[in-house]
């Protein structure tokens, strides 16, 4: 295995142990808030604003490995379910 290859890996390992321990429960919690009709607060916007961030740098890392596709798929399916309800509870709250 290559210098890189191992780097990848791990760094694979990382952002799926913080996805498994953190921000997956954090956003199923978010999901659950917004489908009760509640607005998100500056720290669940902060958070959300950070998963995109790490996104977007992880992008070259997340198409060399097509196996990660799927659950990034579902995540992405995730966030957009939570960002558009909790519009629509702005909107409605106004």
């Known amino acids: 295995m290559s210098?890189?290859?191992t780097k990848e890996a791990g760094t694979i390992?990382?952002?799926l142990q913080r996805l498994n321990d953190f921000r997956?429960?954090?956003a199923l919690d978010l999901k659950?808030?917004?489908d009760r009709g509640?607005?998100?607060d500056n720290y669940d916007i902060e958070f959300l604003e950070a998963v995109l961030t790490d996104a977007s740098s992880a992008?070259?890392?997340i198409s060399k490995?097509?196996?990660l596709q799927p659950l990034v798929g579902k995540l992405m399916a995730l966030y957009s379910e939570i960002t558009t309800r909790a519009l629509?509870?702005?909107q409605k709250k106004g």
């Open 3 to 5: 210098d890189t290859t």
């Open 13 to 15: 390992q990382v952002m």
């Open 24 to 26: 997956l429960p954090k």
């Open 32 to 34: 659950k808030k917004v």
């Open 38 to 40: 509640e607005k998100l």
């Open 59 to 61: 992008q070259t890392l």
């Open 65 to 67: 490995h097509p196996e």
């Open 88 to 90: 629509e509870n702005e």
